[in-house]
């Protein structure tokens, strides 16, 4: 098992769930994080601290393509262990719809 960051982060990016992370398991891309799942140790402290609740175990329901989606992109994106500047406008980003079809363009293959 292993955490999943989800839609939600997508041009939120707070970043907050980095600066808890024991193992330093986070990807950073230009719209959203994702989580290694070869690193995550389960600790699950991430979770209550994403401000949009973007970050799910991946054993919960619906979550088999955010586990394709990470570990994908866990193996492209760089490494961050630091939290940096979120979005200015990552407030107005909360909630919007369809964040991974504008951010990406079009569903990713892993969420087929
Ligand atoms: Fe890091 Fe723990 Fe979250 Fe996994 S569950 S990403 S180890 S803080
Ligand atoms: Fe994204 Fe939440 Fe972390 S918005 S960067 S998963 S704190």
New binding site residues.
Partial sequence: MAYV?TE??IR???????AVCPVDCFHEGDT??VINPEVCIDCGVCTP????G??RPDVDDGMRGWALFNAKYASVWRPISAKGVPPDDASAWDGAPEKLKAAFGASDPALA
């Fill in positions: 960051v939600n982060c939120c990016k707070y970043m907050d769930c980095v959203m994080l601290e994403c401000p949009v973007a970050i």
